[in-house]
């Protein structure tokens, strides 16, 4: 049987990466070991690595000085348990790290899962703290399991947008313009937005290279390159962008002068291209910071967070159907194979109609 593993990853330089032996550890009164068994890929993780510092997702699984392990979504085992109502053998969705791995020390724990109450998390977003037992969650399902890895985390943020966007997030603008129209969290609000507000144009910006896939996909009102922003003719609209890229975000606020009423950034698929404009120099309104985690909080007030998520639920499973018929599926096992896979992430590599998934032995 193989060594046990973890892919760790240098903070202050994404592309030095390398994959260690790791030992099991022990557990203590009140604590449960989870044994990391599959996990999705996507330029999600390399936003969680890009915003390492600044959000503090590396504080989540610390790592020996200057290194990280990347934070994944996927699902484990409860290898073993000292914690009351953590039944060892379940199997759990979750928020893990590169590692085989992860102790954690459950609280509230109920028949829908626990969360890890370990000390260095208690200042951490709540949203990435719960961990959730397969037979009794209404988004599982056995036969979608490698599409919840790799869009669960994705579409929750994705739905989380639309919510914000309808509710007063748009700054009173009828259209809104995507960056990264062919990004999965994009697709995924376009979709949520296109059920519940179809009167709001949506506008997707893309490159040449993935022009025709959007387009195939027929779920923007409009499809523009990224040299087109000048040119839209829009009386009013609101720039969400999911790619992070500066220079892209300059164009776009002087290309749309007075008639731009909202910037909203979300995420970062041009990660090394933060911030090549100063804030201070763009024309317009100035850029606001989606953070999944806050509009969590603020629905879960609302609705309860049972609620909040039924609700998700509901639009998750039509939404996975729909994916389910165009996304491929490369399929890999351990963490020198996740490593190569990060890489081309992190240098955009990686077609928008392809997804990775790994086991761990």
């Known amino acids: 049987m193989a060594e046990p593993q973890e892919l760790l990853v240098r903070r202050d330089e994404l592309r030095d990466t390398r994959v260690a032996e790791t030992e099991q550890p022990e557990i203590g009164e009140g604590q449960a070991l989870l044994r990391v068994d599959r996990f999705g ?12 510092e600044a959000m503090r997702y590396w504080e989540f699984f610390p790592a020996e000085e200057g290194w990280g392990h990347l934070p994944l979504w996927g699902f484990a085992e409860i290898q073993a348990s000292e914690a009351e ?3 060892a053998g379940a ?3 979750g928020y893990l790290p590169s590692s085989q791995w992860l102790v954690v020390e459950p609280a509230g724990a109920g028949e829908r899962g626990f969360v890890d109450g370990v000390a ?17 969650d209404p988004f599982y399902t056995a036969e979608t399991e490698e599409l919840q890895m790799l869009l669960r985390p994705l579409y929750f943020t994705s739905w989380l947008l639309a919510d914000d966007l309808q509710d007063g997030g748009m700054g009173g603008a009828t259209t809104a313009i995507f960056s990264s129209a062919s990004s999965k969290t994009a697709l995924g609000t376009v979709v949520a937005m296109k059920a519940d507000a179809p009167d709001v144009e949506i506008v997707g910006l893309t490159s040449e290279r993935s022009r025709e896939m959007v387009e195939e996909l027929d779920v923007y009102d409009r499809v523009a390159l990224y040299d087109d922003v000048g040119s839209l003719g829009l009386d009013s609209a609101t720039y969400v962008d999911f790619s992070g890229d500066g220079a ?3 164009a776009v606020h002087e290309g749309l002068g007075e008639a731009l009423r909202a910037s909203v950034a979300v995420g970062a698929t041009s990660w090394d291209e933060l911030g090549t404009r100063g804030e201070e120099s763009l024309p317009g309104p100035r850029p606001r910071f989606f953070f999944a985690p806050d509009r969590v909080t603020k629905r879960g007030a609302d609705w309860g967070r049972e609620g909040l998520e039924q609700r998700v639920a509901d639009a998750w499973h039509p939404f996975v159907d729909w994916v389910g018929g165009w996304l491929e599926i490369e399929r890999g096992d351990g963490f020198e194979a996740a490593q ?5 992430l992190l240098d955009n590599r990686v077609g928008p109609k392809t997804a990775h998934v790994f086991s761990i032995g």
């Open 120 to 136: 260095h998390r208690s200042t951490l977003p709540s949203a990435y703290q719960r961990y959730l037992v397969t037979d009794s």
């Open 340 to 344: 190569g896979a990060y890489l081309e």
């Open 248 to 250: 892209l975000r300059f």
């Open 41 to 52: 890929l996507t330029a999600n993780n390399v936003t969680y690595a890009a915003f390492g």
């Open 91 to 93: 199997r759990i969705y």
């Open 85 to 87: 109502g953590v039944q």
